[in-house]
């Protein structure tokens, strides 16, 4: 079977995508793109290996779960210190690890919904607000949600007022969104807009917990939304 293209002639070979975390990786741990400096766009990736925004956005998506660099939303991608990628690391390859990290966040995350449940101020309730209705904006727009996905997540940590949830899904990074962590040969058909689609009904039942301080409802809440996503990603 032939690789996939976009019709410019790009190819859309799930290799490609290893390729150009490779050179990229490779370019950061060299020092020739350095912590704090900005990767080349997006579209000059696209231009400059011949392959799919699909592709690149993949390459990007495992950078992140490496910890070697985050995105900025509306600015860019950047490489990280050295020092906020040293120490605890993530596999970013395989389908066990998706399988790993919802388990860990199942443990880690049900608990901090209660907290923040019982602990949340108005401004962070304001902010979760905020992240959800910029995941169903970008939903409507056929934007990535991962960013205000992420957000949501990370909010929900620091409202616990325990620095310890905070860091750890943190260190997770956006490697907590399944669907960025698996590639598109694994993925095959899946529908990821109908996916986060789902997702965002969930959040919603997380919130409106949150919201009501009820810490039961909103650990049943997160526990059925980290289920779900388990389900959905039908990880092996």
Same mark, same amino acid.
């Given at each position: 079977?032939?690789?996939?293209?976009?019709? *410019?002639?790009?190819?859309?070979?799930?290799?490609?995508? $290893?390729?150009?975390?490779?050179?990229?990786?490779?370019?950061?741990?060299?020092?020739?793109?350095?912590?704090?400096?900005?990767?080349?766009?997006?579209?000059?990736?696209?231009?400059? $290996?011949?392959?799919?925004r699909t592709v690149v956005?993949?390459?990007?998506?495992?950078?992140?779960? *490496?910890?070697?660099?985050?995105?900025?939303?509306?600015?860019?991608?950047?490489?990280?210190?050295?020092?906020?990628?040293?120490?605890?690391?993530?596999?970013?390859?395989?389908? @066990?690890?998706?399988?790993?990290?919802?388990?860990?966040?199942?443990?880690?995350?049900?608990?901090?919904?209660?907290?923040?449940?019982?602990?949340?101020?108005?401004?962070?309730?304001?902010?979760?607000?905020?992240?959800?209705?910029?995941?169903?904006?970008?939903?409507?727009?056929?934007?990535?949600?991962?960013?205000?996905?992420?957000?949501?997540?990370?909010? @929900?940590?620091?409202?616990?007022?325990?620095?310890?949830?905070?860091?750890?899904?943190?260190?997770?990074?956006?490697?907590?969104?399944?669907?960025?962590?698996?590639?598109?040969?694994?993925?095959?058909?899946?529908?990821?807009?109908?996916?986060?689609?789902?997702?965002?009904?969930?959040?919603?039942?997380?919130?409106?917990a949150i919201r009501r301080?009820?810490?039961?409802?909103?650990?049943?809440?997160?526990?059925?939304?980290?289920?779900?996503?388990?389900?959905?990603?039908?990880?092996?």
């Open positions: 079977m032939q690789n996939e293209s976009n019709g *410019s002639g790009r190819k859309r070979a799930p290799g490609l995508a $290893h390729d150009i975390v490779a050179e990229l990786t490779q370019r950061i741990l060299l020092g020739q793109i350095a912590p704090g400096e900005k990767l080349p766009s997006e579209s000059t990736i696209v231009r400059e $290996h011949g392959v799919s956005r993949e390459a990007i998506s495992k950078l992140q779960a *490496s910890g070697l660099v985050e995105t900025r939303h509306g600015v860019g991608t950047f490489a990280l210190e050295r020092d906020q990628h040293q120490g605890f690391r993530l596999s970013s390859d395989t389908a @066990i690890s998706v399988r790993g990290i919802l388990e860990l966040r199942m443990g880690l995350e049900t608990q901090a919904a209660a907290l923040a449940a019982k602990r949340r101020t108005d401004d962070q309730l304001v902010r979760m607000r905020q992240a959800l209705d910029d995941y169903q904006s970008s939903l409507a727009n056929n934007d990535s949600s991962v960013e205000p996905d992420v957000r949501f997540h990370r909010l @929900i940590a620091e409202a616990t007022g325990n620095t310890y949830f905070t860091d750890i899904i943190y260190q997770l990074g956006n490697s907590v969104i399944p669907r960025t962590r698996i590639n598109a040969q694994e993925r095959g058909s899946t529908d990821l807009m109908k996916l986060g689609q789902a997702a965002n009904l969930e959040h919603e039942a997380i919130f409106n301080q009820d810490p039961d409802a909103a650990r049943a809440a997160m526990l059925l939304h980290l289920s779900n996503s388990l389900e959905r990603m039908a990880v092996e």
